[in-house]
């Protein structure tokens, strides 16, 4: 019996010096505001992908004389996909239990303790400010630069397809 309660006392300190691991943690993560950044992202990802969506569509169909009723049926099945594609996105809080999981173990606890002094400390605080306004600038350099690269890449595969259809000279189906 002595042997079951001390087994128990051992699992329940170990299942507490993790939770206690796990809020250090995620101390850290509020500290340095990962989880707006994460959810910035996803914003600008997800205006990235209804922008693409949108021009896809509309270069797709620009052959195509669609009534109203047409019209509105595609532009029903376009809302529909980005809610479902935006919806099934990596959550922003999925991402933090995940990073907390997984940089942890990387760390003591006594590290940890001396990473939340710093990010707490003034230091760390303008250290977070600045990076804090930078990194939405640079990603928002990188999106944008991507997105024209994406669509310059598109407009030349789109090109190409079409030579060699016309090339073809294929019936259509």
Same mark, same amino acid.
Not at 111 to 120: M, R
């Given at each position: 019996?002595? =042997?079951?309660?001390? @087994?128990? @006392?051992?699992? &329940? ?10 809020? =250090? ?6 500290? &340095?505001?990962? *989880? +707006? ?10 205006? %990235?992908?209804?922008?693409?969506? %949108?021009?896809?569509?509309? +270069?797709? #169909? ?11 049926? @595609? ?10 594609? !935006? %919806? ?12 907390? !999981? ?9 590290? *940890? +303790? %001396? ?21 939405? =600038?640079?990603?928002? @350099? ?8 994406? #669509? ?8 190409? *397809?079409?030579? !060699? *259809? ?8």
């Amino acid at each position: 019996m002595i =042997k079951l309660m001390l @087994v128990v @006392v051992l699992m &329940w300190g170990g299942v507490a010096v993790a939770a206690q691991r796990d809020e =250090k943690v995620r101390t850290l993560i509020d500290l &340095w505001g990962l *989880l +707006d950044a994460i959810e910035q992202q996803k914003a600008a990802v997800q205006r %990235q992908l209804e922008t693409t969506v %949108q021009n896809s569509v509309r +270069d797709n #169909l620009k052959s195509f004389d669609l009534n109203p009723a047409f019209q509105a049926r @595609v532009d029903a099945l376009t809302r529909e996909f980005l809610e479902k594609a !935006t %919806q099934s996105a990596f959550s922003g809080e999925a991402y933090v239990a995940e990073l907390t !999981t997984l940089f942890g173990p990387a760390f003591s606890d006594q590290e *940890l +303790d %001396q990473l939340i002094a710093f990010y707490s400390s003034p230091l760390g605080r303008r250290e977070l400010a600045v990076t804090k306004e930078a990194v939405p =600038k640079a990603i928002a @350099v990188a999106s944008q630069q991507g997105a024209e690269q994406l #669509l310059s890449e598109r407009k030349a595969f789109s090109d190409a *397809l079409r030579a !060699t *259809l016309i090339e073809c000279n294929c019936a259509r189906k």
